[in-house]
């Protein structure tokens, strides 16, 4: 790695067990045993750091999201398992996310609107992709459905009803409400998976939450 992805991820690491507020770039520079001059000569300040550490932290998520779907056969399942792999890191991102917004709102609006975009792609590209596959009905493939989707996880991921911690009540909100509206666009074919990968990836914890 090179010195500047050693920074943000150590950086990412303090913010999310020390908050964003409370670590200070005098606080990394004394950790990682850098000066002051080496952070400023690669991060005009720290909200550039913290904008970057998040958006590199958000890629290798996914970029280890894609390494492990490799093995799924289809489509329809792979997006599910991405889906409920993000659900678990979800407390953290809530929390991450409500302090950037009351303690650096720039950063939060430039992430929001980053995030929001490629989501936007992906979520666009898995419905094309999962009509051609003959798992979802073409009329699944417009705006309104992508909208839908996008805006109800997001505030399920984001909602100030959970506590920052509670995984498995997140998880089963996301399992009763997105899943069951993602079954709603399948076809035959497309409802069969679906049943199997919602036992498969999400049952364990629904059934935790019902003891």
């Known amino acids: 790695m090179t010195q500047r992805e050693v920074i943000l991820d150590h950086a990412m690491n303090m913010f999310v067990k020390q908050g964003v507020k409370a670590v200070r770039m005098d606080d990394i520079a ?30 290798l998520g996914a970029e280890r ?14 997006m599910i398992f991405a889906l409920r792999d993000m659900m678990s890191h979800a407390p ?29 792609q992906t979520i666009r590209q898995w419905i094309k992709d999962c009509i051609a596959d003959g798992y979802f009905t073409t ?32 998880v089963s909100y996301v399992s009763y409400s997105v899943i069951i509206f993602i079954r709603g666009l399948c076809t035959a074919k497309g409802m069969e998976i679906i049943d199997r990968t919602f036992s498969k990836y999400f049952g364990n914890i629904v059934n935790q939450e019902r003891l």
Do not use: C, W
């Open 139 to 170: 009329t699944a493939d417009s705006d309104f459905v992508v909208r839908i989707l996008v805006e109800s996880s997001q505030g399920i991921i984001h909602s100030d009803t959970f506590d920052a911690y509670d995984t498995i009540d997140m």
């Open 30 to 59: 004394r950790e990682l045993s850098v000066s002051k001059r080496t952070l400023y000569e690669l991060f005009d300040d720290k909200e550039e750091l913290l904008y970057q550490s998040i958006l590199r932290f958000t890629k």
């Open 92 to 120: 953290t991102a809530s929390r991450l996310r409500r302090n950037m917004q009351r303690f650096y709102p720039s950063v939060f609006n430039r992430l929001e609107h980053d995030f929001n975009v490629q989501q936007n």
């Open 65 to 78: 999201r894609m390494e492990q779907i490799k093995s799924i056969d289809n489509r329809l399942e792979a």
